[in-house]
């Protein structure tokens, strides 16, 4: 089975900290997505990526920045943490980058921004 | 890229069929409808795919009238399990890396 790690279910950070999220793959995917999840938006793709060292903004990548240093791993950035960032935040990976490759979903972290 | 609708929400009785429909009046060509099923505190599971006419598989049937506009995701018999919420996905089967999800049903099934 695919599995979709993300490095911390629960997050609570304050205004201007910076903020890491980490999400690694086991299945040698190629491609990795950062989603947000809000109350009444649902899924808002803010970055994905489909090889190493590349990536290409989705819909809301304001305020956002990934990493992708190796193949398993994509990492999401906030540089200077908001209030308006608070929100559910899902990791998915595919074998291939389009809507017919099934994405697999890791848990969720859920960041809180005071 | 195309746009979907569906219902908000919708609420069921155990045992009955459901039926979401999911509106995309500009799909393109080369686009494929995609469901996905989401319980919470989870992250969202691939329910099923189609291109036209109809898809089933052990979970669910997907029905693509021909002029492709509209999809319907039937669930056959609910139970409690099954309360959850559903997203309807449309985007390309190649060229575009864009993809994007449609706000969800929030399916409610009452003993």
């Known amino acids: 089975d695919v599995k979709v790690t993300q490095s911390s279910r629960y997050l609570v950070k304050r205004t201007g900290e910076k903020v890491f999220l980490e999400c690694v793959q086991d299945m040698d995917h190629e491609n990795m997505f950062w989603y947000r999840q809000d109350p009444g938006l649902g899924l808002r793709l803010i970055y994905f990526?489909?090889?190493?060292?590349?990536?290409e903004k989705g819909d809301i990548p304001e305020g956002y920045s990934v990493s992708r240093e190796k193949k398993e791993r994509f990492s999401l950035i906030l540089e200077s943490a908001s209030t308006n960032q608070t929100s559910m935040y899902l990791c998915?990976?595919?074998?291939?980058?389009?809507?017919?490759?099934?994405?697999?979903f890791g848990p969720g972290t859920r960041l809180t921004v005071l | 890229l195309a746009k979907t609708t569906q219902p908000i929400s919708m609420d069921s009785y155990e045992g009955q069929e459901v039926n979401i429909t999911c509106s995309h009046n500009?799909?393109?060509?080369?686009?494929?409808i995609t469901w996905y099923q989401q319980f919470p505190s989870q992250g969202p599971r691939f329910i099923i795919q189609?291109?036209?006419t109809k898809v089933t598989n052990e979970v669910a049937s997907l029905f693509i009238p021909a002029d492709r506009k509209s999809s319907t995701l039937s669930l056959p018999r609910v139970s409690l399990s099954d309360t959850a919420v559903y997203y309807c996905?449309?985007?390309?089967?190649?060229?575009?890396?864009?993809?994007?999800f449609g706000k969800g049903t929030k399916l409610s099934v009452i003993p």
């Open positions: 500009n799909i393109a060509t080369n686009d494929y």
């Open positions: 189609g291109y036209k």
């Open positions: 990526s489909y090889d190493v060292k590349m990536k």
């Open positions: 998915a990976s595919s074998f291939g980058p389009t809507s017919t490759d099934t994405q697999y």
């Open positions: 996905l449309v985007g390309p089967g190649a060229g575009s890396y864009q993809l994007t």
